[in-house]
């Protein structure tokens, strides 16, 4: 057996390949930029095969970057986003654009399902919310609006599930991707079929995956995958986890004390339970491959507002260099330094994919005499805010967790002084996991308890997982925040309302 496991992540932006050895030290990295199609208003689509090569480079310049051999990989594993839709032929491959989770082109038929109390009956089925990205929403779309995919369905997959058909054929998934996608029923971990029954989506049940363990074995590279990514035909592949659950694992987040929060292209907030919560019923919950259930509260409204202002006003449309853009960075984080604990009156609303009850993107209560650092405050207070928001609903009734430290990850990890503002404005201890790729080393962490180099996938987590630094709140930098929180609710209800009326006077 080789002394070293590769864990992949396909997220919303980047698509990472990272080279763990069995103790968690990361060994090499190597990202590829995930293109985002936007072939109609509201659609959020990904190809494919595009996805495949961009992981498939990343695996050969992970090893090049290493120098380790292709023999010394133990195992392989993938971890990608939650949700959205893959779907696959009876040979593995792709009848449609992938279609990723801050897809909004089922909003309608949602709120068909609200209107007539549908959704009300299926979301107790499958124990947590119906939205347009859910991969259940997205079944129902298809079928009324392109039923020719329905024909040549064979299989349903997910992001993960897709790479892991590419290197070894296998297209099973898990349970926290089949949890995540609103197909099961979370208590039993099996298909919520009732649901489909009753949504009029028996079609596609016969076309839904076997779901197994994260942590298992469930085939071997290929021939054809070995000459595409540089790895030794024969190399284990284990199954994997949607990346929410595997950025959890590599956090260390193994009970209720610890809140996982990711700050990346969503604002995912998360906590552990011995049994599913049922008295306020979540954005999404799964069953967690350690036992117990893992209930989360989300939305498209993280760091990947930043990387827009960034990459789209400060970079001007992405004229920069790429090695320059990573300045632009520093110097976001620099002006936010300046101004640590002097919030000034603005607010930014951090809904450029999307806001609470179609509430919109902005930047509110500017003067003249505003700098750049006071804006750059106001854009990374706006987005802990929205996670705040998530993290009320999560914190509330009579079943939720009652944490006392924070887990985080995601693009906001790497910044300190964002770190710092998340302790302020949460009021709790937040602490940073040593390694810079969560997704992939969660789902390293399955490879390597898979294959036998730890005991259990709890004792694979212990070992691989560290924190690397902690920062804690401030409570007198957290009151000045806190006193625009209020505010900050009060508009984004007044926002959503007003872009709904104008709406329907246009």
Request: charged share 15%; proline share 6%; hydrophobic share 45%.
């Amino acid at each position: 057996m080789g002394n070293c496991v590769i864990g992949i992540d396909a997220g919303g932006t980047m698509t990472k390949a990272a080279l763990f050895d069995f103790s968690g030290q990361e060994l090499a990295c190597a990202r590829r930029k995930n293109v985002m199609r936007f072939p109609h208003p509201g659609w959020t689509e990904r190809d494919p095969d595009a996805m495949w090569l961009a992981a498939s480079e990343a695996m050969q310049e992970v090893l090049a970057l290493s120098g380790r051999a292709a023999g010394d990989v133990a195992a392989v594993s993938v971890a990608g986003y939650g949700s959205g839709l893959y779907l696959l032929d009876r040979d593995g491959n792709p009848v449609r654009p992938g279609i990723v989770s801050t897809d909004t082109r089922a909003a309608a038929l949602v709120a068909e399902w609200q209107a007539a109390g549908l959704a009300d009956q299926i979301e107790p089925m499958i124990q947590q919310r119906v939205w347009p990205g859910q991969s259940l929403a997205l079944l129902a779309w298809l079928q009324r609006h392109e039923p020719e995919a329905l024909d040549r369905t064979f299989r349903i997959s997910f992001c993960k599930d897709f790479l892991r058909t590419r290197l070894c054929g296998d297209m099973s998934t898990d349970p926290t991707d089949a949890g995540i996608g609103g197909l099961i029923d979370v208590t039993r971990g099996t298909y919520a079929t009732d649901a489909l029954h009753l949504l009029g989506l028996d079609a596609w049940i016969s076309r839904l995956p076997e779901i197994g363990p994260s942590d298992q074995v469930v085939g071997h590279i290929s021939a054809q995958a070995a000459a595409q990514t540089g790895l030794r035909e024969g190399t284990p592949v284990v199954r994997g986890a949607v990346d929410v659950t595997a950025a959890a694992m590599a956090s260390g987040v193994t009970q209720a004390s610890q809140m996982s929060v990711v700050a990346g292209t969503f604002s995912i907030n998360s906590t552990l339970h011995t049994t599913p919560r049922q008295t306020v019923q979540p954005f999404l919950q799964s069953p967690f491959p350690l036992g117990g259930y893992l209930a989360t509260e989300g939305a498209a409204t993280s760091a990947s507002n930043l990387e827009w202002l960034v990459k789209t006003v400060l970079a001007h449309g992405g004229t920069l260099p790429p090695d320059q853009q990573g300045t632009l960075y520093d110097m976001v984080n620099a002006a936010v330094q300046r101004k640590a604990g002097q919030p000034r009156e603005a607010l930014f609303f951090p809904f450029l994919f999307g806001g609470p009850c179609g509430a919109p993107a902005g930047l509110l209560g500017l003067t003249a005499d505003y700098s750049f650092d006071d804006v750059m405050l106001a854009v990374l207070e706006g987005i802990v805010f929205a996670h705040k928001i998530e993290i009320d609903r999560l914190l509330s009734g009579p079943d939720a967790a009652t944490p006392s430290v924070i887990r985080l990850a995601g693009g906001a990890s790497r910044s300190a002084v964002w770190s710092d503002m998340f302790a302020d404005i949460l009021g709790l201890p937040v602490e940073v996991p040593a390694s810079s790729e969560l997704g992939a080393l969660g789902v390293a962490i399955c490879a390597a308890a898979g294959v036998g180099a730890h005991p259990s996938l709890a004792a694979a987590i212990a070992a691989m997982s560290r924190v690397g630094r902690r920062h804690e709140p401030d409570a007198q930098r957290g009151a000045a925040h806190l006193a625009k929180y209020p505010r900050y609710v009060a508009v984004t209800q007044a926002l959503a309302g007003a872009w709904a009326q104008g709406g329907q006077n246009a």
